[in-house]
């Protein structure tokens, strides 16, 4: 658990599904920043000995880190809306659970990052009273992996940059 993340109020109930849902996109931008810090490590290695799997790991890193990047503006913006549904939790269920399989083997500390976010939106769904579909069952299945193909372009565009920016 992050320690910084609270879940109750000052009069000591449990916080809003709303709430709960800033607090979700606050813990996605933080661990996005921590894999920013493992993608800077990765490519000053990679730079050092041209390795082809630390570049496809740089990659990966990166891919995930976009992938948190889209679902905390996405988390931002329910939380607005005030939007907590089925289908909208299904959604991050979903792209949590495709991440996880995609880039879980990046190592011990990415697959347990991902499976508390994850369990993070099931105790949502619990406080809201909704119940989760099936991670990969239809329409949210098809929008994780449309979510997954934006963050791989994101990632190939700031791969190129970063490689490109230090062989100026």
Same mark, same amino acid.
């Given at each position: 658990?992050?320690?910084w993340?609270?879940?109750?109020g000052?009069? +000591?109930?449990?916080?809003?599904?709303?709430?709960?849902?800033?607090?979700?996109a606050?813990?996605?931008?933080?661990?996005?920043?921590r894999l +920013?810090?493992l993608?800077a490590?990765l490519r000053? %290695?990679?730079?050092r000995?041209r390795?082809?799997a630390?570049a496809?790991m740089?990659?990966?890193v990166?891919?995930?880190?976009?992938?948190?990047?889209?679902?905390s503006?996405?988390?931002? %913006?329910?939380a607005?809306?005030?939007?907590?549904?089925?289908?909208?939790? /299904?959604l991050?269920?979903?792209v949590?659970?495709?991440?996880?399989q995609?880039y879980?083997?990046? +190592?011990p /500390?990415?697959?347990?990052?991902?499976?508390?976010?994850?369990?993070?939106v099931?105790?949502?769904?619990a406080?809201? +009273?909704v119940?989760?579909?099936?991670p990969?069952?239809?329409?949210a299945?098809?929008?994780?992996?449309?979510?997954?193909?934006?963050?791989r372009?994101?990632a190939?565009?700031r791969?190129g940059?970063?490689?490109?920016?230090?062989?100026?």
């Amino acid at each position: 658990m992050i320690p910084w993340l609270r879940r109750r109020g000052r009069s +000591g109930s449990f916080a809003s599904p709303r709430v709960r849902l800033l607090e979700l996109a606050v813990a996605a931008r933080y661990n996005a920043s921590r894999l +920013g810090l493992l993608a800077a490590r990765l490519r000053r %290695t990679y730079e050092r000995t041209r390795d082809p799997a630390l570049a496809k790991m740089l990659r990966d890193v990166l891919t995930l880190q976009a992938v948190l990047e889209i679902l905390s503006v996405r988390l931002e %913006t329910l939380a607005e809306v005030g939007a907590v549904t089925s289908d909208s939790l /299904s959604l991050l269920r979903s792209v949590l659970s495709a991440a996880r399989q995609a880039y879980g083997a990046l +190592g011990p /500390s990415v697959d347990g990052m991902l499976a508390e976010l994850e369990n993070l939106v099931a105790s949502i769904a619990a406080s809201a +009273g909704v119940e989760l579909e099936v991670p990969d069952a239809g329409r949210a299945g098809e929008e994780a992996m449309r979510v997954l193909e934006e963050a791989r372009v994101v990632a190939e565009q700031r791969l190129g940059e970063l490689l490109q920016g230090r062989q100026d």
